[in-house]
């Protein structure tokens, strides 16, 4: 173990050897430095890097508050105890207001080696504080460079619905570049982004689902881009809890899913397609009858196809109009009175 480097700032010598054989008496594995002087007080801090000042408070030409100053802006994490022949309550007081860890009076050493055992316990307790408090605040940059670097849109809110923390992707996707989001629930929000009010909403309705049911949720979640394209995500909520039941706040997650949206709906219209040809390939082998293979084939295109309406017209080569002959599904009655010319007429362009 590394000998205690004490600093110690006096004019008297013969202090300075009371308070260091007080220190020897307690067993304190120690080095010391003795200055007297601003410049030779600066100089130690930088050279000798005590684990401890201890600093009388009136001196020829330097005072203990503006050593206590210097010590402050240079080592803030080093213990400073003012040890003085005679000291006011008022000054007592007001040291420890400017940050003196605390005072002894030369008349009373034997509480030296307990103030300066309780330093020192006070700064190690500091110094671990302080190593937790930046191992979190390197842990919380991490995890800012790992969600921002996320395609998907993250964001974190309190048990109010309150945003807390957005990544890049989420500020992005929901416009909220240059407003003040944080503290805000999703109707605050709505308000502020006409565009993307019923996207905010839908989220509130989600949010307040998550926490009546108190599970995780899934589910699809359409919202405006920046050009007004309406793009789809697949939004997972995460209910987040203290100790028991208490709520603590809701994780957000969202994938973009257009895409796959988009290949979906190609691949399901294909695959209507090919059942509407196919059943209708079918019904050409099997029906004999026209009129019925052309009411048929108008079925399917409604059955297979999905198609709202269907219908078959045939050209009268005499009145160059369109007549239907076979119809099916929503709406067909409007084509028994309809006009569909293949003329260059206005009117009559069909339906």
């Known amino acids: 173990m590394e000998k205690l480097k004490i600093l110690i700032l006096e004019d008297n010598k013969l202090d300075a050897g009371l308070i260091k054989e007080e220190l020897t008496e307690h067993k304190f594995d120690f080095t010391s430095k003795l200055v007297q002087t ?20 009136n001196l020829p030409q330097f005072t203990g508050f503006e050593a206590l100053e210097i010590a402050k802006k240079l080592v803030p994490d080093i213990p400073f105890i003012i040890v003085t022949g005679s000291l006011s309550e008022e000054v007592a007081v007001d040291s420890i207001k400017r940050g003196a860890w605390d005072y002894i009076l030369k008349e009373n050493l034997l509480r030296l080696a307990p103030a300066i055992k309780n330093a020192l316990k006070l700064k190690e307790e500091k110094d671990k504080n302080k190593q937790a408090e930046e191992a979190l605040q390197k842990s919380e940059k991490q995890l800012k460079i790992l969600i921002d670097n996320m395609p998907d849109f993250v964001c974190f809110k309190d048990r109010d619905s309150r945003w ?37 909403l839908t989220c509130k309705e989600s949010d307040a689902r998550v926490w009546k049911e108190d599970v995780v949720i899934h ?28 709520r603590k706040g809701i994780i957000v997650i969202g994938h973009d899913i257009t895409e796959r949206k988009q290949a979906e709906e190609k691949i399901y219209k294909a695959n209507r397609l090919y059942a509407l040809l196919s059943h209708v390939n079918q019904a050409v082998v099997r029906e004999q009858d026209k009129q019925k293979l052309l009411q048929e084939i108008c079925n399917i295109a409604i059955e297979y196809g999905k198609f709202r309406l269907a219908w078959i017209g045939f050209v009268d080569k005499e009145t160059k109009l369109v007549k239907p002959v076979a119809y099916s599904g929503e709406g067909s009655d409007y084509l028994k009175n309809i006009k569909i010319s293949i003329t260059d007429e206005l009117t009559g362009k069909g339906p």
């Open 219 to 246: 589910g699809e979640e359409t919202i405006p881009d920046a050009d007004g394209f309406v793009r789809v995500y697949d939004v997972t909520k995460v209910p987040v809890f203290q100790s028991g039941s208490e």
């Open 38 to 57: 601003e410049k030779d007080f600066i100089t130690a801090i930088h050279g000798f890097k005590p684990n401890i000042i201890l600093s009388d408070y």
């Open 164 to 200: 807390l923390l957005a990544n890049e992707a989420g500020i992005r996707i929901f416009q909220l570049e240059g407003i003040d989001y944080l503290g805000k629930k999703d109707s605050e929000l709505a308000e502020l982004n006409s565009k993307l009010r019923d996207s905010f």
